[in-house]
């Protein structure tokens, strides 16, 4: 079976790590470069010796230029960077004949104005934000087939967003009433060396943060307004707990119309979906269940007393929020099979 | 100075514990009584290890009837109880004319319909709520004073209510789209052997449970009325999260009014409370800065995008939430400092 | 390419999680039949919601007996069951013809009177230890390859005598000198509801047990004995640590000629294994980098000042230490490539 | 009752925060002084939101010199300072008339030579060497009581020291036997911002590091020395696991006489020491019974198979290995009860 040739831009932060895990045993993904600039001359298994062993393991980091990268006959590259600094080797690696998996938050936001308003900064890029698509499979998956350039989606977004579509788009919430909080594990703050992040700050620890306007409300409301074909605003809480990785993201809304048709509306969108679990009115999620994989839990319930609709999701941050969602894109525009290396458990 | 005798019915789980750690260096307690049907004969020390060498610490366990309770000379008898078996022990305990702080939700509603709604069951004495004071000191203080039964709150309803009440009760926000999310450390689930409690179900774990309507939400609400003087009902999502101890809970609700008056409001209710620390707007409050203490820490924000004012507040679900409120209200019944014994950090 | 059809007997605790997390989707084996009494009627997918999604995850378990495991069709049974009850399954499915892989304790032990001493019962089926055979495949491979009935090795005695054989074997240390310091994640401990296992008990708590004479020494001192061709007892201490799943030993003994030895006996005796991997002198094996593989990392050190070799290893308990190491042994008695479904990261 | 006015030299990371959550509530204590370099200017309360609302928790962080320090009227200064620049200021602070309690390993070693081996620098303060007294009050007590410079000891020389002196004391062992196995929290490391100490990096992680030499190995060797009357040279190995404070340490060696004489020699050692509790053979000490308390718990046992003597402790890495012990020096050199501020469980 072909293997495609892929590079990993900037692969020593937990995303690069994760995508490094679950590209080093992808059966039609062949591993070619990887960059860090930190770490160029060193091997994949001395940065990180889980993976000693791997068929690629002894691949070296590079120091990241376009040049070098398209050099080593990658056809696609996965870019696992800051945003402001993604959008440039984007531009590049697409300049010389290369696909991009964007992890970054560069082209996530189709408004460059949006962009400046939520990263405090001009949008580096702007040229390419028409041709950047959006990827979340379950929702634009025939856009995703035919991508150059993939707009992965932020973990968050993807938790808060993946339950709260297909009830917008059925206007079975009203959108000015949605509340959503988070609890994220501590890899979503990144591979660095942080005094708030060491063990013993972050342990026997619960605290929000990035209140009131986290940056990753742009595009979860981008695709909530589409979705609800109206412009809808949101109160998001994310907060900090004491695991590794994991999501779980609570929202509510008021219903409008029957508990009844909520199931329906997601079994309508999702019940075909492999990587989207339904767990039924009551159904609970719990993040143990889909760390490692990139999956999404969703479970959800009624309450009669406050006409709201209950929405619970859980997805491991650095699996469906990060890396296995871009594999999955990465499968869908080399036209694999949406489920090829991610049948892990 | 005077020391009260003092008795602990059902000493053997978590609060418990909290309870035996705070009271066995009380100033002004005389610990001279611990109940446990399953461990009697065992002393303290023997039960938890840690208490060893504390004055009372080879204190033995005894079977829990109130005679033999009121035979030690207890003058206050703290009730560490489940609830439906708490209200036998204090009607026995009044009679023998000891004081009695309960920590069961037995006498926490006025109402015993609301009770049944919730719980299950009849009310088993409710000839006493009448006469039961619900002990948050900070908003109850004078009938704390006064009181021969203590119903001392539940861990949820102490970080849910502090912060909304004062909005409440200044009309500042509108009671019929209050939501909250808590979350809380493993310990309030109890100290029993339950298969979802070990170590390997809960570390890693991220869970909603106990939805849409959680039993603590009877009190919530009914204090939330009371502030609001108007039925209010709660959207309440509490979640399990591996730490030992530690409940953090973000309320929103849409602002009537200016964002100014919060912090008004909130100084006004609590700027002379030793135990609530305002952390103003944009503070997050951590439940690494409260476990072990008394103290409600409350961060509060506004989101003008939503109009929402967001609450933060983070406590010790054993601590504030649970037993050394409950040690606060026996330094207010028996004429103590307030601060006594709890001057830990 | 052909499938083996399995049986999984005794899969609801955690090395039945983890064997059904591997043989879900290994390349060469068809998942048949899974029993738990407890759980009889239920599907793995109910038991486990990790599973929801894998081509077998709606096998419904069964209550365990030899005639009806034998109806699946199934060629060899993996046994995850409590010492004492897996002997008599092991008997009787060998019986109907199926290869069976044990991992309990009951056919480890080649002596049934050492299994009395250790495990205060006769043993159940003493007919088989003969025809048994200890499958530590590094060891032991071609014997394993021939097996009927494999005694997959405990999680303790993998870490202990994978680095102390060779030396041993090499007459490098002092076998009267060797001391033995583990810690083990708490999935040890298995899946039950124990008031000693639960959240709060295990959290930030350290502390050693089952000393001075745990069960496993048997097995080790057994391996240990035949490669340094005398009996050798051994000083061993586990500890119980805040981790979900790991093994870390240290160990040390007096070395007996040259330090370079250490290092040479070692490769030699596993530089071509590809499941251990030697992190060379002054190498620290962190169990982070192998769980949920089948590695063991291995280092080592030399301490001039007392003479001792110090030797460093890290596994998954239940992994190398239990679920995959029978998976490697399984891939050996069918002919299948060693490592064929284990090579995860 | 007198209070004695103390200065917290370097009281920004772990060591100084757990000397400060003591010395805040002590009764005979007054912290007049404060220093950090990086955060002066900053309060306390701002700096640990934790200590908000304690007597002196507005006090002001300065930058560290002897001068000012002195000028505050603080009569004794602990130093929680690196070791190398903590006896520059112990120098300076003594000549002002301060009694010093340094925490840092500047005034531990007897020999400037061994520190030099050690530590890699020569001593910066021999001239001190002779008057500083090393501060395990269980063993020097009388010492400490007349010491102007406090040299207290480290948290992994405490917890192994202590259970071994007394039986190298009645020659019950032998020294050339002994190893040692220890488990620190992460908190032993120090609050900074490091890689290897991300919660990613140490939750569900085990690894051994710093040997075969260890520093801290030059002050047990010293005082194991002392108590044998002879040149002991001690195997030891620390581990790094997932909590944030407790060290728990095993050690065995060869038995020289009848075991009984091991539970003798600990209680003539120990039997009326408050801070040491004895739990006798068979005991397993549990660090989560010591957390937060100047205890340390001491079990042992006798393994006949292999004539080896176990040791196990348990005590705080900060609490008995760090600042509770400091201020229980601090107790003795001032004529305060030994357990003034610290019967806190």
């Known amino acids: 079976m072909k293997r495609v040739k892929i590079a990993i831009i900037g692969a020593s932060g937990y995303t690069g790590l994760e995508l490094l895990r679950l590209l080093l045993t992808h059966p039609h993904a062949e591993l070619v470069c990887v960059t860090s600039r930190q770490n160029a001359g060193r091997s994949i298994a001395e940065l990180f010796p889980r993976f000693s062993g791997a068929t ?43 696909r991009v998996i964007d992890l970054s938050a560069d082209f996530r936001l189709e408004d460059p104005e949006v962009y400046k308003e939520f990263y405090d900064a001009d949008h580096p890029a702007p040229e390419l934000l028409k041709e950047a698509v959006y990827a979340l ?61 060491i063990f013993c700050e972050c342990n026997e620890s619960l605290r929000a943060y990035g209140i009131p306007k986290h940056r990753h409300l742009s595009e979860i409301e981008q695709e909530l307004s589409k979705a609800a074909e109206e412009k809808v605003y949101l109160s998001f809480t994310p907060h900090l707990v004491p695991v590794h990785n994991g999501i779980h993201t609570t929202s509510s809304a008021r219903l409008i119309g029957e508990p009844e048709a909520v199931q329906a509306a997601l079994e309508q969108a999702y019940g075909e979906e492999y990587f989207v679990r339904l767990l039924g009115k009551g159904g609970c999620p719990d993040t143990k269940n889909v760390t490692r994989t990139n999956f999404i839990d969703i479970g959800w319930n009624y309450d009669p007393r406050t006409c709201r609709v209950l929405l619970l999701s859980a997805e491991d941050n650095l699996g469906k929020g990060a890396g296995s969602q871009a594999v999955q894109s990465f499968n869908l525009i080399c036209g694999f099979s949406e489920t090829a290396g991610l049948q892990n458990f």
């Open 56 to 98: 690629a393991a002894e691949l070296t980091f590079i120091t990241p230029d376009a040049e070098s990268v398209a050099a080593t006959g990658a056809e696609v590259a996965f870019l696992a960077l800051p945003h402001g600094v993604a959008a440039g080797y984007a531009s590049s690696l697409l300049e010389k004949g290369l």
């Open 137 to 197: 499979p379950e929702v634009h998956r025939e856009a995703i087939q035919q991508a150059r350039l993939i707009a992965s989606p932020g973990c968050y977004p993807t938790s808060v967003s993946l339950p709260l579509i297909p009830l917008l788009k059925e206007k079975l919430i009203d959108p000015a009433t949605i509340v959503t909080c988070s609890m994220s594990g501590v890899s979503g703050a990144g591979r660095k060396a942080d005094l708030s992040l």
